[in-house]
């Protein structure tokens, strides 16, 4: 039985930058090839990726998480205080390989774990229509649709949750979750 892991990892590292390269690689291709027919440019890609280094996802307001799936990089999830009671959920991604096997689930309860040590009793996202699998996944996960609470171009999709309710399984703390599958 392989078994998933997640912990907190600084947003600098370099598995930090492998996962935030492939993330942004993915949703950005996705846009283009649905909108435009082609991949993200290589010169906007390097440009997009050095811009966005996850400095909001360090403490003491954010933190960003990283699953592993046998010990291996598989995943992360990022978490910032937009306000004392409110965090944002970004940069949820698991590497292709490893999806389907349990391991997205864990990695959001543990953002929603880090985001409730902030002090959030809040947490919103936004992702996009043709990220149905993402949009699924927090639906699921207790995430309603909301207003609007940004004004990224890319956004179509607002969601909510409270953090005071309890997470259905009860969530275990963010810096010790394991799961198995």
Known sequence: ???????????????????????????SDRWYLLHEGHRTG???L????????G???APPKGELLVARYGGEPAGSAGVRLLAPDTAELTRVFLYPHT????????????AEDAARALGARRMI????????????LYAR???TETERHNEDPYAEHWFTKDL???????AAPARSRTARR
């Open 1 to 27: 039985m392989t078994t998933w892991t997640i912990t907190p990892e600084p947003y600098d590292s370099p598995v930090a930058a492998a996962l935030w390269r492939a993330y942004y690689t993915e949703v």
């Open 55 to 57: 400095a909001e996802l």
């Open 99 to 110: 999806r389907g096997r349990g391991g997205a689930a864990p990695l959001v309860r543990a």
């Open 141 to 143: 996960l207790g995430y």
């Open 125 to 136: 996202l936004d992702t996009r229509t043709d990220l149905v699998e993402a949009r699924a």
């Open 42 to 44: 290589p010169a906007e």
């Open 46 to 53: 390097e440009r997009e990726i050095a811009a966005r280094t």
């Open 164 to 170: 005071s309710l309890p997470s259905v399984p009860a």
